[in-house]
C-alpha cells in the first residue's frame, strides 16, 4: 500500500493521494474487524515504517 500511494503521489494532487491514503486505512481497520489473527508478512511492517528516500 506504501509503494502504492508514493506511486500515486507521482501522478496525483496531494489531496487526492490523502484521500486514497484515508480510504485504505478504513480499508484496513476493516480487515482487521474481520480478521483479528491476521498480521501483515514482517517486510511490510518494515516498509511502512522506514523513511522514503
Do not use: R
Given at each position: 500500500?506504501?509503494?502504492?500511494?508514493?506511486?500515486?503521489r507521482a501522478?496525483?494532487?496531494p489531496k487526492?493521494?490523502?484521500?486514497?491514503?484515508?480510504?485504505?486505512?478504513?480499508?484496513?481497520?476493516?480487515?482487521?474487524?474481520?480478521?483479528?489473527?491476521?498480521?501483515?508478512?514482517?517486510?511490510?511492517?518494515?516498509?511502512?515504517?522506514?523513511?522514503?528516500?
Open positions: 500500500m506504501i509503494a502504492y500511494l508514493e506511486g500515486k501522478t496525483c494532487q487526492t493521494v490523502s484521500a486514497i491514503a484515508t480510504c485504505l486505512k478504513h480499508f484496513g481497520v476493516f480487515l482487521a474487524d474481520i480478521d483479528p489473527n491476521w498480521a501483515p508478512p514482517p517486510s511490510w511492517i518494515a516498509a511502512s515504517t522506514s523513511s522514503p528516500t
